[in-house]
T-cell receptor
């Protein structure tokens, strides 16, 4: 099936640890995005990448890092510098018609 | 800067009743407008989109939306709500030239009463 796979679905982290969220797509889309979702705040853009080996900061990039070594993959690392990392994280790709396709999300909880 | 306002945080309707979810946007150029739906713990699914042309657009699951440039609005409607429509709904605005893609509203939570 074509789509976007995020893993893990649930992740628990101790304070001070870095964690990496995986996002893989087989839609052959060039652009990929990471959003953070908190209750009552909609979606906020963390990072985005329009092409392999290139990415740009979004509105809330502090405490996060990404890489784009392959077209299919856009992993997000939540570093210890992120002060409030507990949230629902969504990965998306953009089609040639401009709409976003989303993965099922990863819920990160800091213990 | 572009922005999206969804003034209703939570709406409750009875099954079979009509529904209208409000969305107002601020955007300097001709916007691309979207409505997405999200079930709990899931990703977002596109309901419909407006790029140009007919201002009344039809989407999946019986939803429609009307673009009103004079009111900067893109309200979502459904004539008869089903219990399975209970979810959170997000309006979004962007443009084809925007590499940053979309700006999302804060969402409207829909509860459907039996």
């Amino acid at each position: 099936d074509g789509g976007i796979t995020q893993s893990p679905k649930y992740l628990f982290r101790k304070e001070g640890q870095n964690v990496t969220l995986s996002c893989e797509q087989n839609l052959n889309h060039d652009a990929m995005y990471w959003y953070r979702q908190d209750p009552g705040q909609g979606l906020r853009l963390i990072y985005y990448s329009q092409i392999v080996n290139d990415f740009q900061k979004g509105d809330i990039a502090e405490g996060y890092s990404v890489s784009r070594e392959k077209k299919e993959s856009f992993p997000l690392t939540v570093t210890s510098a992120q002060k409030n990392p507990t949230a629902f994280y969504l990965c998306a790709t953009k089609s040639h018609t401009g709409e976003l396709f989303f993965g099922e999300g990863s819920r990160l909880t800091v213990l | 800067a572009q922005s999206v306002t969804q003034p209703d945080i939570h709406i409750t309707v009875s099954e079979g009743a009509s529904l209208e979810l409000r969305c107002n946007y601020s955007y300097g150029a001709t916007p691309y407008l979207f409505w997405y739906v999200q079930s709990p713990g899931q990703g977002l699914q596109l309901l419909l989109k407006y790029f140009s042309g007919d201002t009344l657009v039809q989407g999946i699951k019986g939803f429609e939306a009307e673009f009103k440039r004079s009111q900067s609005s893109f309200n979502l409607r459904k004539p008869s709500v089903h219990w399975s429509d209970a979810a959170e709904y997000f309006c979004a605005v962007g443009s084809s030239g925007s590499a940053r893609q979309l700006t999302f509203g804060s969402g409207t939570q829909l509860t459907v009463l039996p």
